[in-house]
């Protein structure tokens, strides 16, 4: 399975709105400038997130986007499912050959349950192995 960028720009979008929550509305030209991103691109993205409930609208001079939950209550499979379509690395039938067909299931299984158990508050607070929030310099 291959996330294309509509999962991947609307994890951005929705990682921006997380960071950002209790600010405010945040707006799309602001998240596109900031990640060099087509603001018209990410209008579209976010009209199918509106739709699901997972961010709202506000209008006006000072209007952009909010989260609809707090970020540890949507995870990344919310955001992908809306953006992608059902989680499957491969199509299979019931057809397929039992023993492929539960390779199939179980790493489509495995790819959900990593989705599913990250919210918007994992991604944000993420902090890789080995990264610093600053440099260290010996002379």
Sequence with gaps: MKISTKGRY?????????????????????????????????????????????????RGAYGGYILSKLAEDISAGDVIRVLEGPISPVDFTEEDD???????????DSIATVLDSTTLKDLISFKGEGVSDSYMFYI
């Excluded at 039992?98 to 489509?108: E, F, G, S, T």
């Design 98 to 108: 039992p023993a492929k067909r539960d390779l199939w299931v179980r790493i489509r």
């Design 10 to 58: 609307g994890l951005t979008i929705m990682m921006e709105l997380a960071s950002r929550y209790g600010e405010g509305p945040t707006s799309l030209k602001s998240i596109a400038e900031k990640h060099q991103l087509s603001e018209h691109y990410l209008e579209q993205l976010v009209a199918p997130l509106r739709n699901a409930g997972l961010v709202k609208s506000i």
